[in-house]
T-cell receptor, first 111, second 113 residues
Framework: SQQGEEDPQALSIQEGENATMNCSYKTSINNLQWYRQNSGRGLVHLILIRSNEREKHSGRLRVTLDTSKKSSSLLITASRAADTASYFCATASVSNYQLIWGAGTKLIIKP | NAGVTQTPKFQVLKTGQSMTLQCAQDMNHEYMSWYRQDPGMGLRLIHYSVGAGITDQGEVPNGYNVSRSTTEDFPLRLLSAAPSQTSVYFC????????????FGQGTRLTVV
């Protein structure tokens, strides 16, 4: 069963613009993680945000978490062609041992 | 430091054949997992291990077996391949399970005909 649902499913923007992706989930979590997957490659960890945190930054990435709305957003500022990839959120539930994954957002940065 | 290494990268099997997907990590992580990724869906957990000698089932374990005789290796066995097992398979490891970042292999693209 999928816990996280990303929105939108696909996003195409011009290089230099900001990209925002959203993730919603259903149950209480310990943390929420964002990963990037380039075409044909494995997933790479971007940011982990814990349930008691509201915002986290890493370079051009900004992640927010609203536990009352059970949602998170990933903002990529000043996008680059190299940011073209699929982005996945994964939630660590308080009730089981597994990461539960969303279906991902496919981001295309047009030069 | 190789990280997580999966072999093979590509495989074609006939229905009913068996095979083993290999996964090795050199980071001394206790936690290892196998996922499958199908188009339009998130990763689904097949089996996982919290340490050598300990394995458990994930969301979609049917048709797959695992073992964990060492910390480094976590092979996934397909017992009798079916077309429904056509997928991309990823192995992942982490230091602290779901509460720490996971490191992924490059994946194995499996086609069952």
């Amino acid at each position: 069963s999928q816990q996280g649902e990303e929105d939108p499913q696909a996003l195409s923007i011009q290089e230099g613009e900001n990209a925002t992706m959203n993730c919603s989930y259903k149950t209480s979590i310990n943390n929420l993680q964002w990963y990037r997957q380039n075409s044909g490659r494995g997933l790479v960890h971007l940011i982990l945000i814990r349930s008691n945190e509201r915002e986290k930054h890493s370079g051009r990435l900004r992640v927010t978490l609203d536990t009352s709305k059970k949602s998170s957003s990933l903002l990529i500022t000043a996008s680059r062609a190299a940011d073209t990839a699929s982005y996945f959120c994964a939630t660590a539930s308080v009730s089981n041992y597994q990461l539960i994954w969303g279906a991902g957002t496919k981001l295309i940065i047009k030069p | 430091n190789a990280g997580v290494t999966q072999t093979p990268k590509f495989q074609v099997l006939k229905t009913g054949q068996s095979m083993t997907l290999q996964c090795a990590q050199d980071m001394n992580h206790e936690y290892m997992s196998w996922y499958r990724q199908d188009p339009g869906m998130g990763l689904r957990l097949i089996h996982y291990s919290v340490g050598a000698g300990i394995t458990d089932q994930g969301e979609v374990p049917n048709g797959y077996n695992v073992s964990r005789s060492t910390t480094e290796d976590f092979p996934l066995r397909l017992l009798s391949a079916a077309p429904s097992q056509t997928s991309v398979y990823f192995c992942a490891s982490s230091y602290g399970g779901q509460n720490t970042e996971a490191f992924f292999g490059q994946g194995t693209r499996l086609t069952v005909v």
